[in-house]
C-alpha cells in the first residue's frame, strides 16, 4: 500500500491502542490481522484513493503486510453502494487481464482473490458460515464447487464447467454498426451448449453445427 498516499490522507496505523492517532473521531479504531489499529474511515479514504488510482494490492502502511480484500472489507466502513462501487472498480481493473485477481462468489457477491498454490476451488467465509458448510466455487466457471477435491488438475463437478469458462472469458467482437459488435466471440446453442462462434458475415442468425439447431441468434443476450 502507497505509504505516501496513506500519509497524505492522514492516515495512521499503532500497535497501541492509546495512540492519540489512532483515536479519531472520524471513525472506529479497529485492529487488523497484523495487529495495528486503524482508523476505519480512513482507511476507506485510502482503498478509495488507490483504486482510483489504478492500485489494487493492500497491505499495512506499517508492517506491510498484505491485506486481502475479505479483511479491507471488514475492516473499512463501507456502505453497501461503497462496497459495490469499490468492486465494481477491482472488476474493471482487472478486465482486461486474462489472469484476474478478484472473482465474484456466485453465492453472496463478494469479490474474492484466487487462493494460492494454483487451487481453483475459491472459499468464500461468508457463505461457509451462511450455510454452516465449507462453501466453495469454481475460479474458472463461477459455479459452487461440488467436487470434493479443490486440486487445479480436479474436475469442480459441474458438467459445463469449460464451455461456462470460455463464455466467461472469451473477448468481445470489435465489429463497428454491426449488430455482432459488442457480442461476445464465443455463443453457447441453447439446445445441445456446444460453442459457436460467428464468421461475422451475413445475419446473426447462426446454425449450430453439432445438432444442426439453425435458430440462434447470435445477437440475443439470452443464448
Given at each position: 500500500m502507497n505509504r505516501l498516499l496513506a500519509h497524505i490522507l492522514g492516515f495512521s496505523?499503532?500497535?497501541n491502542e492509546s495512540d492519540p492517532r489512532t483515536r479519531r473521531p472520524s471513525g472506529l479504531?479497529?485492529?487488523?490481522?497484523?495487529?495495528?489499529?486503524?482508523?476505519?474511515?480512513?482507511?476507506k479514504r485510502l482503498v478509495i484513493a488507490l483504486l482510483g488510482s489504478g492500485v489494487q494490492d493492500f497491505s499495512c502502511p506499517q508492517c506491510s503486510q498484505t491485506w486481502s480484500w475479505?479483511?479491507?472489507?471488514?475492516?473499512?466502513?463501507?456502505?453497501?453502494?461503497?462496497?459495490?462501487?469499490?468492486?465494481?472498480?477491482i472488476s474493471r481493473l482487472n478486465s482486461p487481464d486474462p489472469l484476474q485477481t478478484h472473482r465474484?462468489?456466485?453465492?453472496?457477491?463478494?469479490?474474492?482473490?484466487?487462493?494460492?498454490?494454483?487451487?481453483?476451488?475459491?472459499?468464500?467465509?461468508?457463505?461457509?458460515i451462511a450455510?454452516?458448510?465449507?462453501?466453495?466455487?469454481?475460479?474458472?466457471?463461477?459455479?459452487?464447487?461440488?467436487?470434493?477435491?479443490?486440486?487445479?488438475?480436479?474436475?469442480?463437478?459441474?458438467?459445463?464447467?469449460a464451455t461456462r469458462a470460455c463464455l466467461l472469458s472469451c473477448p468481445a467482437i470489435k465489429l463497428s454498426g454491426s449488430k455482432l459488435d459488442g457480442c461476445p466471440c464465443f455463443r453457447a446453442c441453447p439446445r445441445c451448449h456446444t460453442l459457436i462462434s460467428h464468421t461475422l458475415r451475413g445475419c446473426s442468425q447462426v446454425q449450430c453445427p453439432q445438432c444442426a439447431h439453425g435458430s440462434v441468434c447470435y445477437s440475443d443476450d439470452g443464448v
Amino acid at each position: 500500500m502507497n505509504r505516501l498516499l496513506a500519509h497524505i490522507l492522514g492516515f495512521s496505523v499503532s500497535t497501541n491502542e492509546s495512540d492519540p492517532r489512532t483515536r479519531r473521531p472520524s471513525g472506529l479504531s479497529v485492529r487488523a490481522s497484523c495487529g495495528h489499529s486503524i482508523d476505519s474511515l480512513l482507511l476507506k479514504r485510502l482503498v478509495i484513493a488507490l483504486l482510483g488510482s489504478g492500485v489494487q494490492d493492500f497491505s499495512c502502511p506499517q508492517c506491510s503486510q498484505t491485506w486481502s480484500w475479505q479483511e479491507v472489507n471488514r475492516l473499512a466502513a463501507f456502505t453497501e453502494q461503497e462496497r459495490k462501487s469499490c468492486e465494481e472498480m477491482i472488476s474493471r481493473l482487472n478486465s482486461p487481464d486474462p489472469l484476474q485477481t478478484h472473482r465474484k462468489c456466485p453465492g453472496c457477491s463478494l469479490l474474492l482473490p484466487r487462493p494460492g498454490s494454483g487451487s481453483r476451488g475459491v472459499p468464500c467465509k461468508a457463505c461457509s458460515i451462511a450455510k454452516r458448510k465449507v462453501f466453495r466455487f469454481c475460479w474458472d466457471c463461477q459455479q459452487e464447487w461440488r467436487s470434493p477435491s479443490s486440486r487445479e488438475d480436479d474436475d469442480c463437478g459441474n458438467k459445463n464447467c469449460a464451455t461456462r469458462a470460455c463464455l466467461l472469458s472469451c473477448p468481445a467482437i470489435k465489429l463497428s454498426g454491426s449488430k455482432l459488435d459488442g457480442c461476445p466471440c464465443f455463443r453457447a446453442c441453447p439446445r445441445c451448449h456446444t460453442l459457436i462462434s460467428h464468421t461475422l458475415r451475413g445475419c446473426s442468425q447462426v446454425q449450430c453445427p453439432q445438432c444442426a439447431h439453425g435458430s440462434v441468434c447470435y445477437s440475443d443476450d439470452g443464448v
